[in-house]
Each structure stands twice: as C-alpha cells, then as structure tokens.
C-alpha cells in the first residue's frame, strides 16, 4: 500500500533539496520550501490540497525570477543593453501575474518584443566602412588630372550608394518597428562600439561625413 | 498582389498543421478559438501585403507567431489537466496511475515526434538521407527519455517516479541534450578544416571545453542549458571584436596585393591582351588607368589603413592574419610573387611614378613562367574534403562537390612568410 502523503512529501523535499544553497536559485528555494512546508505539515493529500492555494505558482514565478536574474547579470556584465531591458521588463512584471498561464503569456510577449528591438539594435550600413572608403579613394587619390573628372563621377556615385544603403535599412526595419530611423548616437554605445576596430576619431569623422551625405 | 504563396504556406504550414491536428483530436475552448483568429490573421497580411520582408516583419510586430504558441499551449494543458482529472477532487491509486500515464504518454509523444522529424528530414535529404544519422543527435534524447519510460512501467507510483527522476537526474536530462557533445565537437573539427582564422577555432574549442565542464558537473552528464547558453554568448562576445579586426586588417592587405599585382601588370606587353583589360572598352585606355592612377588609390589606401590601425601598406603583412593564411594556403598568390610584389614593386608604386625596367621584366617572366599562382590553391578544398569525408564517409566530398582543380602553376609552395 503506497502512502501518499510521504511519497509526495519525499518528491517535495527533493525539489526544495535541488535549490538548496544556490545563491542563484534563492526564491525558489524559498518558494519550493514553503511548498515543502505546507505538505510537511499535512497528513492527507486532501489537506494539501486545501492548504496549497497558489504555492505552485509561486514556485514557477521565482524560477523565471531568478533565472531573469541570471540572465540580467550576465547582459548587464557583457553590457548588452537591450537584452537586459528584456530581463528587468520581466522582473519587474513577474509579481503582477496572477497565475502561470499569464506568467508564459508575459514572458513570451517580453521575447517577443525583445526580439524585434535586437533587430532594430542595428548600426548597419555605418559598421561597414566600404562605401565610404572608396568615396574617399576616388576623392583623395592622386590621379593625372586627366582622370580626376571621371573619379570625381565615381565619388558621387558612391555617395549615391551610402544614400541608397541607408534607406534600403530603414525601409527594412520600419517593416519591424515602424518611424525606425538610423540613430547615430547608438555607434558609440559600447554594444555596438566595441565591435569597430577603429579609433574614435575616424569614427567620429566617419560618422560627420556620412550626416553631411545623408543631411542628417 | 499577396505575398507568394510557397513563402506563406512555408511560413504558415506548421501553424495550419497544429490547428488541424487541434480539431482532429477534438478540442475545443476559447484557446482553440483564438488559435484559429490569429491564423486567419496571419493569412489575411499573407493576401493583403505583397513584400515578404515587410509581410514577416508584421507577422512579428503584431506577435502573432506568439500569440498562436501561447494558445495552443494553454490548449494542450487544459486538454492534459481534463483528462488527468477523471476523478476530480479524489486522490487515489486510480488518479495516481491516470497522472503517471498521462506523463508517459508524453514521453513517448515526444519520442514518436522526433522520430517522425528524423524521417522527414530523410525524405527531404534524399540521397544525402544517411547524413541525418550524423547530423540529427537523436540518439541522446531517446538515452534520455527510454530509461524515464521504463522507470515509469517499473509500478512506482506517481511521486515515486518523480522523485526518481530527480534523483537520477533525469529531469535535468530532458532539459540539457539540444545542444550535444558531438555536434560541437562536428563544429569545431569544421572550423578547422576552414580554417578561416584563429578566432573561430578558439571559439569552438571554447565551447566544447564549457559543455564538457558543465556536463562534467552534472549526474548524467547533461550541461546545464542556461548556463551553457550564456556562457556561449560570453564566448562569442570575447572573441568577435578580435575577429572584426583581424578581418579589417586582411582586407587591408589583400587590396594592397591585388593593386600592386595590377599596376606592375598594367606595364607588361601582353597586359591589353589579359583580364581585366582584355574585357574593357578601350583596354589600352583601361591598361594606361591602371598604369596611372593605381598608384594614387594605393597610398590613399594606405592611408585609410594607417588612420585604422597605425600600420603601413608594408606593415599590414607583419600582421599575423596574413601569415595565418599563407599557412593555411588561403592565399591566390605564389609566395615568391607575393615577395616580389611587396618587397620590390610596393616600395615604388607611388603616384607619378613607374616600375623600373627590371621589375617588369620580372612581372612578365613571372607570368610567361606561370609563377604568380599559389601551387596549393586547392588545399583549403581538401582539407575540408578531409574533415567532411571523416563524417560522411569516404569519398563523399569529391562525389558531390567535385574534386577541386588542382592549379597549374610552376611556382613554389609557400614554405614561410619573410619580409
């Protein structure tokens, strides 16, 4: 004959055990511990199920608690900006859900925005410096005087291309977040900074030009 | 004019597919209702939109992929709570079974649907289909799930299965094995035979020591997903600076050789008869340009390259990027026209200026003694050809890319890079 009541007071126990002394995990030990608790202090699963209330839930909120928290330490450390707006956004909604199902509604939703802003999160065409060095190569070379009128027309044309580059990117975010325009503040935003290998004067020389070609 | 219809039904296959698979099974609710909203909604932008960029943009802007995910969730728990709960309100040995049959059923859902993917990616490989028994790790999550099974046919009674599968650690199991051992270790032998640069292999090699550290730490040797998935991310984020450098700067000195190689060309007597010059308008005037004006477009060049990174046209071949590919034979060039190119053709090309008789002469015979070509252009290819075959089998690289042609080149292998 199986008793019950001990088989899931063992099964409760262990799940509190799992998170035990985990720093990272320390609201869901506590919640698996007052889920512990309560079947602790039961002698049939009929009480439990009187007493449990939303104790179960409250485990599954501080799981995403503490893994946001995790996961916003590691954004914060890295300093990956929009990807930790994502997780303080679910933090700080996670008390407002009532149950679990608006729990997995929330989360999802968070993703899914987050997703759109790391998409948006872009400084392309800037990040690829091609098109204006070889503006800069056809303007600055020192050619016969014969060509410079013909390098003179290339420079242009690839003015034409910077042009064209920056619209073709805002055509293509706008289909994600629409009024998206380029922000060229968003260049020196370490996320993004750190992956040009360039002093910060030629990026900011890079940058004047391109507002001069763009009017912006 | 909509969206193309193979890109809509590509897009929305798999979501028509799960309603329907809803209705056949015969659920019913508000979840059910909803699921089928958002399809029609995502249908209609398929009808009313016609740019398949702006069309998925949309799909995502209005969370609809989302939405449908988080309904048909909350259908399928519903349907799971029903049917678990036959004798609502009673805990007895009845319920206890109903529960642990329920998970079972799962389980064995899950495994009867990652063998039905594998066999659809078989049909879709064709004769490639033995190559899903290399790529498609399925092997570890049946390791996972056929124990979890057996232990729930074994009599334990609900909680006893669950705590067990704590116990064992095969909870964690279920959780961990997306990502695998092998298919790192797959990743990482590929970024060694591309050999693109040292960052990807350190990457890979990186990852595969964080899983089996990871996995080291656990019972059933499964890493820890949040842990191996953030960790990968730090990898990723230490390296791919170094790695945009390391790019920009062999750019740097893969323009410089194709320019010089051009301007001390341009000089020699066969040069209008030769690409590019051959498929010009004019090649003579084409020929005359290149003789003229690369000069000028290589210091400016060089100068972009020296605002960048404080290294001249010479100083980009110190660079350890151009060393790297020499010895992984990325480079067209044969190692004794790179030296001549660098060595005695970049210290003249400057503006106003033309390469010395000599030097030409030397262009020309280089080019009539078919010297100026890397003799190894083809190892990158076999090297790849080698790590694929070790996977797929021998031979099968050659059987359905080709064999790389071997070049025809009287130069030299490159034996080492002296500047």
């Given at each position: 004959?199986?008793?019950?009541?001990?088989?899931?007071?063992?099964?409760?126990?262990?799940?509190?055990?799992?998170?035990?002394?985990?720093?990272?995990?320390?609201?869901?030990?506590?919640?698996?511990?007052?889920?512990?608790?309560?079947?602790?202090?039961?002698?049939?699963?009929?009480?439990?199920?009187?007493?449990?209330?939303?104790?179960?839930?409250?485990?599954?909120?501080?799981?995403?608690?503490?893994?946001?928290?995790?996961?916003?330490?590691?954004?914060?450390?890295?300093?990956?900006?929009?990807?930790?707006?994502?997780?303080?956004?679910?933090?700080?909604?996670?008390?407002?859900?009532?149950?679990?199902?608006?729990?997995?509604?929330?989360?999802?939703?968070?993703?899914?925005?987050?997703?759109?802003?790391?998409?948006?999160?872009?400084?392309?065409?800037?990040?690829?410096?091609?098109?204006?060095?070889?503006?800069?190569?056809?303007?600055?070379?020192?050619?016969?005087?014969?060509?410079?009128?013909?390098?003179?027309?290339?420079?242009?044309?690839?003015?034409?291309?910077?042009?064209?580059?920056?619209?073709?990117?805002?055509?293509?975010?706008?289909?994600?977040?629409?009024?998206?325009?380029?922000?060229?503040?968003?260049?020196?935003?370490?996320?993004?900074?750190?992956?040009?290998?360039?002093?910060?004067?030629?990026?900011?020389?890079?940058?004047?030009?391109?507002?001069?070609?763009?009017?912006? | 004019?909509?969206?193309?219809?193979?890109?809509?039904?590509?897009?929305?296959?798999?979501?028509?597919?799960?309603?329907?698979?809803?209705?056949?099974?015969?659920?019913?609710?508000?979840?059910?209702?909803a699921m089928a909203a958002v399809l029609a909604r995502m249908e209609q932008l398929g009808i009313e939109m016609d740019d398949t960029g702006a069309y998925s943009g949309m799909l995502v802007q209005e969370g609809l992929f989302m939405k449908f995910s988080d309904h048909y969730s909350k259908l399928l728990s519903v349907a799971a709570q029903e049917a678990g709960s036959v004798n609502a309100g009673v805990y007895d040995e009845a319920a206890d079974k109903q529960l642990l049959q329920n998970t079972l059923?799962?389980?064995?859902?899950?495994?009867?649907?990652?063998?039905?993917?594998?066999?659809?990616?078989?049909?879709?490989?064709?004769?490639?289909?033995?190559?899903?028994?290399?790529?498609?790790?399925?092997?570890?999550?049946?390791?996972?799930?056929?124990?979890?099974?057996?232990?729930?046919?074994?009599?334990?009674?609900?909680?006893?299965?669950?705590?067990?599968?704590?116990?064992?650690?095969?909870?964690?199991?279920?959780?961990?094995?997306?990502?695998?051992?092998?298919?790192?270790?797959?990743?990482?032998?590929?970024?060694?035979?591309?050999?693109?640069?040292?960052?990807?292999?350190?990457?890979?090699?990186?990852?595969?020591?964080?899983?089996?550290?990871?996995?080291?730490?656990?019972?059933?040797?499964?890493?820890?997903?949040?842990?191996?998935?953030?960790?990968?991310?730090?990898?990723?984020?230490?390296?791919?600076?170094?790695?945009?450098?390391?790019?920009?700067?062999?750019?740097g000195w893969e323009k410089t050789l194709f320019w010089l190689d051009e301007w001390v060309t341009a000089y020699c007597s066969f040069a209008p008869f030769i690409e590019p010059w051959a498929a010009a308008k004019d090649p003579k005037e084409a020929v005359k340009e290149s003789q003229d004006c690369v000069p000028g477009k290589l210091r400016t060049w060089e100068k972009i390259n020296y605002r960048y990174f404080e290294l001249s046209a010479g100083d980009l071949f110190h660079h350890p990027s151009f060393?790297?590919?020499?010895?992984?034979?990325?480079?067209?060039?044969?190692?004794?026209?790179?030296?001549?190119?660098?060595?005695?053709?970049?210290?003249?090309?400057?503006?106003?200026?033309?390469?010395?008789?000599?030097?030409?002469?030397?262009?020309?015979?280089?080019?009539?003694?078919?010297?100026?070509?890397?003799?190894?252009?083809?190892?990158?290819?076999?090297?790849?050809?080698?790590?694929?075959?070790?996977?797929?089998?021998?031979?099968?690289?050659?059987?359905?890319?080709?064999?790389?042609?071997?070049?025809?080149?009287?130069?030299?292998?490159?034996?080492?890079?002296?500047?």
């Open positions: 004959m199986i008793n019950y009541p001990e088989a899931y007071k063992q099964y409760y126990l262990l799940r509190m055990k799992q998170r035990e002394g985990n720093a990272d995990y320390s609201n869901t030990y506590a919640a698996e511990k007052a889920l512990f608790d309560i079947i602790n202090s039961c002698t049939t699963l009929e009480a439990f199920k009187d007493k449990i209330g939303n104790t179960n839930e409250e485990v599954a909120m501080a799981l995403v608690t503490d893994e946001q928290n995790i996961r916003l330490r590691h954004y914060e450390e890295i300093k990956e900006t929009v990807k930790a707006a994502c997780c303080r956004r679910i933090l700080d909604k996670v008390k407002q859900c009532k149950n679990v199902s608006e729990l997995v509604t929330m989360v999802n939703e968070e993703q899914n925005l987050s997703n759109i802003e790391i998409t948006t999160d872009t400084i392309y065409p800037f990040a690829d410096m091609l098109f204006l060095e070889n503006m800069e190569i056809w303007e600055q070379a020192e050619v016969p005087a014969a060509y410079k009128e013909r390098y003179a027309a290339y420079a242009n044309e690839e003015r034409a291309n910077i042009e064209q580059a920056y619209a073709a990117i805002e055509k293509e975010m706008n289909n994600w977040q629409p009024g998206w325009k380029f922000n060229f503040e968003k260049i020196d935003e370490e996320r993004h900074r750190r992956l040009l290998p360039y002093p910060n004067e030629v990026i900011a020389a890079q940058k004047q030009t391109t507002q001069q070609i763009l009017n912006k | 004019m909509p969206v193309d219809k193979t890109i809509v039904d590509a897009m929305l296959g798999t979501f028509r597919n799960m309603l329907q698979d809803c209705r056949d099974k015969n659920l019913s609710g508000d979840d059910l209702d059923h799962a389980y064995r859902d899950a495994v009867k649907r990652i063998k039905e993917n594998k066999t659809q990616v078989k049909e879709m490989m064709g004769n490639h289909a033995a190559d899903a028994d290399v790529l498609f790790k399925d092997k570890i999550i049946m390791d996972a799930i056929e124990p979890l099974v057996a232990l729930g046919e074994s009599g334990v009674s609900y909680p006893e299965f669950l705590s067990q599968l704590i116990e064992k650690g095969l909870d964690k199991a279920l959780e961990g094995p997306v990502v695998t051992g092998e298919s790192l270790q797959y990743l990482l032998d590929a970024a060694k035979a591309t050999a693109a640069n040292p960052y990807s292999i350190k990457k890979e090699e990186e990852k595969l020591a964080l899983h089996k550290k990871l996995a080291a730490a656990s019972l059933v040797n499964v890493a820890d997903n949040l842990q191996f998935q953030l960790g990968c991310e730090k990898i990723e984020w230490t390296y791919e600076p170094g790695a945009r450098k390391w790019n920009k700067i062999k750019q060393a790297w590919d020499a010895a992984h034979h990325w480079m067209y060039w044969s190692q004794e026209y790179v030296e001549f190119l660098v060595n005695e053709v970049l210290p003249v090309c400057i503006p106003f200026q033309q390469p010395g008789a000599n030097l030409i002469a030397v262009a020309e015979m280089m080019h009539t003694d078919n010297r100026k070509i890397n003799p190894n252009i083809d190892q990158p290819s076999v090297r790849y050809a080698v790590f694929f075959d070790s996977y797929f089998g021998k031979d099968e690289f050659v059987k359905r890319y080709g064999r790389a042609e071997k070049v025809k080149s009287n130069a030299a292998a490159w034996t080492g890079v002296s500047f």
